[in-house]
């Protein structure tokens, strides 16, 4: 969506006519169905049992192991004819925290950028090898992109907002691109603001730009605009990076409550960051993989000396 979109005047919330009701003989479909249809166009679903009961709606989610797992296989990046990442073979575990070290310029971004294909968008960029949703080839010719990065949102180290939006607009946004808007739009905008902590700080400011906000309001703003369109999984760049200490905290408790309902994958320089909020570390160097494992054990007793030199401070 352009940053430039007239913003919607939203002082006191209103649905439109065709977002207020779903009718009530319409199938639900759970939103990890939803994203599979739209991975795979040639799922329907039809093709499922007719027996199968309906999926809850995706308010009930919250309590729900819900994120999907990642599998990449022999994965490559590529600027031109610089390779930055190199044949990469990694599993990221569904509803848990996987951080991603290494020092600057070893591929941990470029890497992460590929998941939901947001690196192809660089001039020149090129990827290769397989990224695995839930079984599903998200580089298969017949997926649709703008789905791809429905299911897999992405938090950018610099908070985001669109800046001529209100709060309200910047997480309605994604439902209304999604075509999600049915049911109560505000509802869905006030569910994913309290699952980014949020709400009980912007209630009483849903008008006002979301431009407006602090840097830490702004970055959990933009988690609750990922939040919004119901994704399996998060990846989070350096999101703390810009941030003060409170705020920082504010971020990874929200981390450790998230991971309840999506997969999260986050690139890091922080090492304690690191310590504190992954079930998983994976560390990378020169556009290898280096050695991944319990965070615990990667930070206490690694297999490989590069990386118990990486985490003591020896380099990087």
């Not at 997969?263 to 079930?279: E, G, K, L, P, S």
């Amino acid at each position: 969506m352009s940053a430039d979109e007239p913003t919607i005047s939203l002082a006191k919330p209103t649905i439109s006519p065709g977002e207020t009701t779903m009718s009530a003989d319409e199938p639900t479909m759970s939103p990890e169905d939803q994203h599979r249809q739209m991975l795979d166009p040639s799922r329907s679903q039809s093709s499922k049992s007719p027996q199968s009961a309906p999926t809850a709606p995706a308010q009930g989610r919250a309590n729900a192991a819900d994120g999907l797992a990642v599998k990449l296989e022999r994965l490559r990046a590529f600027y031109g004819d610089v390779e930055q990442v190199k044949g990469i073979d990694l599993d990221f575990h569904a509803n848990e925290v996987t951080a991603i070290i290494g020092p600057s310029g070893c591929g941990k971004s470029t890497m992460v950028r590929c998941i939901n294909r947001m690196h192809e968008e660089v001039p020149g960029a090129r990827a290769e090898g397989k990224v695995l949703l839930d079984g599903f080839d998200i580089y298969d010719s017949n997926v649709d992109v703008v789905a791809v990065r429905r299911a897999i949102g992405m938090v950018f180290q610099k908070p985001n907002p669109f800046p001529t939006m209100s709060v309200f607009d910047n997480v309605a946004a994604g439902l209304r691109l999604a075509s999600r808007g049915r049911g109560d739009l505000h509802n869905k905008v006030e569910t994913a603001l309290r699952g980014a902590g949020l709400w009980d700080e912007v209630k009483d400011r849903l008008s006002e730009a979301g431009a407006g906000l602090s840097g830490g309001q702004q970055q959990r703003l933009c988690i609750a605009r990922s939040l919004a369109v119901e994704p399996e999984v998060i990846l989070m760049d350096e999101p703390c990076s810009a941030l003060d200490p409170i705020a920082t905290l504010k971020i990874e408790e929200l981390i450790d409550q998230l991971k309840t309902r999506v997969t999260i994958v986050i690139v890091t320089h922080n090492m304690q960051q690191a310590a504190r909020v992954a079930d998983r570390t994976a560390f990378m160097l020169s556009g290898e993989l280096v050695e991944v494992g319990p965070t615990q054990q990667i930070f206490t007793n690694p297999s490989d000396s590069r990386t118990e030199e990486y985490v003591t401070g020896k380099f990087g």
